[in-house]
């Protein structure tokens, strides 16, 4: 796997679709609605920003698997919006993450109905020392469980995009095959590498967000797209790699 390769033409995705970003960019204005009625203490826009939030929701997820779509064939192109496409891939991703979310949710519930009782007894009677143990043995079971679903969602949903079947994302089993056909530290070296980047692009702009008014405006509706491009992009590479090795 060249990992180079991936970040560097992960990184140059979105400025070779300059021309198609201002329709990236007018999606990630709907989720802006919400605080710019709150900033103004304007109820209605509010109101319109819940309406444009479910929007959102309903057409980006999609737009984005398009974007993996692309990584995965390595094309340069940036993916023509239909809006009827992205709202059933969106409604798909949706979907999945439900189905991936199911096991986390069930250990929640199991692990708390079973040790929150014994844990609110220690507080009870002032054993503060089990208690903590108690809670953090919750917390650390949950967290892991959510993590590795978390983990696997994420390559589920690149197999999607790869394949475009439901189907075959929800094959947990081929999912994990497709995890080790990658490598374990491929993709370990992958995250890191991708965080690092995410990191620096954050930073660096993070400095128009001093702009009164529309600084945090420009960071939501022009950084987080780019960011978010450069990721799902690196992804579907990511994933073409699952015959390689």
């Known amino acids: 796997m060249d990992l180079s390769k991936i970040v560097f033409n992960s990184v140059k995705y979105p400025f070779r679709n300059i021309a198609k970003l201002p329709i ?9 609605i919400i605080p710019i009625g709150k900033l103004l203490d304007n109820n209605f826009l509010v109101a319109i920003g819940v309406i444009a939030f479910f929007m959102f929701i309903l057409i980006v997820p999609g737009l ?18 239909n809006l009827v496409n992205s709202i059933y891939d969106s409604i798909r991703v949706w979907i999945l993450r439900i189905v991936y979310m199911l096991v986390p949710a ?21 054993r503060i020392a089990r208690f903590i143990a108690t809670f953090g043995m919750i917390f650390l079971v949950i967290l892991v469980t959510y993590l590795i679903f978390e983990f696997l ?7 999607f995009a790869y394949f ?4 075959e994302a929800l094959k947990v089993h081929e999912v994990i095959r497709d995890i080790q056909n990658i490598g374990i530290v491929n993709i ?10 995410m990191v620096v692009i954050s930073y660096v702009s993070s400095f128009v967000m001093v702009i009164p008014y529309v600084g945090v405006l420009i960071y939501i509706c022009i950084v987080i797209p780019i ?17 390689r090795y």
Do not use: C, H
Request: proline share 2%; glycine share 4%.
């Open 164 to 167: 475009d079947s439901l189907s």
């Open 64 to 81: 984005f698997v398009d974007v993996i779509k692309k990584g995965s064939k390595e094309s340069t192109m940036f993916p023509s919006f």
């Open 153 to 159: 969602f994420f390559f589920a949903k690149a197999r």
């Open 227 to 243: 960011m978010e491009s450069i990721s799902n992009y690196s992804l579907g590479m990511l994933y073409s790699n699952i015959n």
């Open 106 to 126: 069930f250990v929640f519930f199991i692990v708390l109905s079973t040790l929150g009782p014994a844990g609110i007894s220690f507080i009870q009677n002032l």
């Open 24 to 32: 990236i960019f007018a999606l990630f204005i709907l989720i802006a």
């Open 188 to 197: 370990v070296k992958w995250l890191i590498v991708m965080a690092i980047l």
